[in-house]
Every structure is written in structure tokens, then in C-alpha cells.
């Protein structure tokens, strides 16, 4: 045990910083669009990309023959195995300082901001932060940073007993609304993403190798989904959000989602079938 929190340490260097152009073309805005049951041709270039939406320009492009077991590639880098087969997003906060037109070109500057190591009653477990920063080529300052967190874990198949608390019954609520995921919509979501993890497109991968009951929603559709709530029915417009994902959401089973406003901000919470706490998100607005 000490040998490895050793390696981990002596490997806790972050990586060179990514840079690429993406366009936010319009070809894959209409197909987030389909995937959502939303109108394609409702968007048009020059209009702007749906805050939430970003996730198509983050996607890493890492090599298959570099891909780590579980095929995840990272997101916008590519990630580090350090020894630890098993990978969970931890959380997410965004940052909104402008608006990304659908057609532009933006450059995407993408770095592990640090590998903390840290032992817990289950082993070793390194938490990796990521920062993305997206800039249209026409500005000097960023239109969006968005930090996420992982969690690198030791191998288990007891996964599936992780849980959230349970506050459903307690919370008064502003709007409620229930989707079901399937293997259809955690497909186009990878797919778009370029996220190849497996325990989001390879069942027998999910159940057997990392003890889950059935395919993981991905984190970043889980807040996705949550964003589009707050955009489409809430009519909010988020000038920051900070999601912690505490306990996974499975395809198939429905997912209560759950708003309601206080103050000035507004928080948004995903259950499972169970009513256990998945996501828990913190918006902020413009709104006076």
C-alpha cells in the first residue's frame, strides 16, 4: 500500500496543456438537437450555442492504442492510469463570460490542473482536476472555463452499492420533472462526445467488471439534462452552474429532476428511481 501511494506521488506530474481549434459547427449542434427530441432546424448559424452545450468542443482525441482499459480517453486530455482501472466524475462548475456563436471558430486550451493522491477505507484514490477554457479566435478573454474533477479508483465490484442521501421527500419543490435514459440517448451523448468509456456503451462491462446494475448515465448527460431543464421549462439562463455528482444514475431507470429558487440562485437536484441524490447543481443567473 505505501509502495503504491509512493508511485503515485513520483507520478503526480500534470501533463503539457492541450490546445486545439474546434468550430462549433452547425452540423453537430442540429445533432445534439435530434438527440435531445429538439427541433434541428430550429438552430442557425450565428445565433448561440445553448449554455450547456459545450461538451462538443471538449472531446479529447486520444489515440485508441493510448485509450486507458476502460476505454475512457479523458475529456479534452487524455488521462492518466497511474495503476487505478476505475474512473468517476467528481464534479463540475462552469463559468459563462460570453456567448459562443453556433459557426465560430473557438480555441480550446484544455490542462490537468493537478493528480492529488489520497488514501480512503478502500485503498488509494487520486483526484484529477481538469480546466477547459474555450476562446473565440475574435477575443483575448475566455467565453467559458470549466473546471471538472475525477476520481481515480482502485478496483471494485461493489460500485453499484454507492449511494447519495435522500432528500426528495423533503424538498419542496418549484418544478419536478421524471426522464428515462436509454441505451439509445447514453449512445448519442458518447458518441458526440467521443467518449468511449465502457461502462457507458458495454454492459457486460458495467456489470461484471466494474458491479454496476446497468449501463452508467454519463455525468456530463446527467448535467446536460439538468441544464436543458432549467433552459427549456424553467426559462433560466445560467451565467454559472457548480454540479457535485455524489451517486450514479443508471439507463432505464428514471431520473426526477427537481428545481427550485432561492434567492438569487437556483438549485437543481437529479434522484434516482430510489429518490436518492445523484447531482446536486448550484446555478447562478443574471437576474436582478
Known sequence: ??????????????????????ICSIATVRRVAAMLNLNPDEFVEGTPLPRGWQFILMAA???????????????GVTMPDLGL???????????????IPIGASVIRKSSIQSLTPKTTKTGPMVVVTIQHEL???????????????????PATKGASTVSGSSFASNMTAHRTKTVVPDETLLFQYSALGFNSHKIHIDRAHARNVEGFPDL???GGLATLLLTE?????VGVVP?????????????????????????????????????????????ETNEL
Open 1 to 22: 500500500m505505501n509502495t503504491k501511494r509512493q508511485e503515485l506521488s513520483s507520478t503526480s506530474q500534470p501533463p503539457e496543456d492541450t490546445i486545439r481549434t474546434e
Open 61 to 75: 482525441d486520444t489515440k485508441r492504442s493510448l485509450l486507458r482499459a476502460d476505454g475512457f480517453p479523458g475529456l
Open 85 to 99: 482501472p476505475r474512473i468517476m466524475l467528481g464534479s463540475r462548475s462552469v463559468s459563462y463570460k460570453m456567448d
Open 135 to 153: 476562446r473565440l479566435t475574435s477575443e483575448i478573454s475566455p467565453a467559458l472555463v470549466e473546471i471538472q474533477t475525477y476520481l481515480l479508483l
Open 216 to 218: 452508467v448515465v454519463n
Open 229 to 233: 431543464y432549467l433552459r427549456q421549462e
Open 239 to 283: 451565467s454559472s452552474i457548480n454540479a457535485r455528482h455524489v451517486a450514479p444514475l443508471f439507463c432505464g431507470s428514471p431520473i426526477t429532476m427537481v428545481a427550485k429558487k432561492n434567492d438569487l440562485k437556483w438549485q437543481l437536484q437529479a434522484f434516482d428511481n430510489r429518490s436518492t441524490l445523484a447531482v446536486d447543481m448550484e446555478v
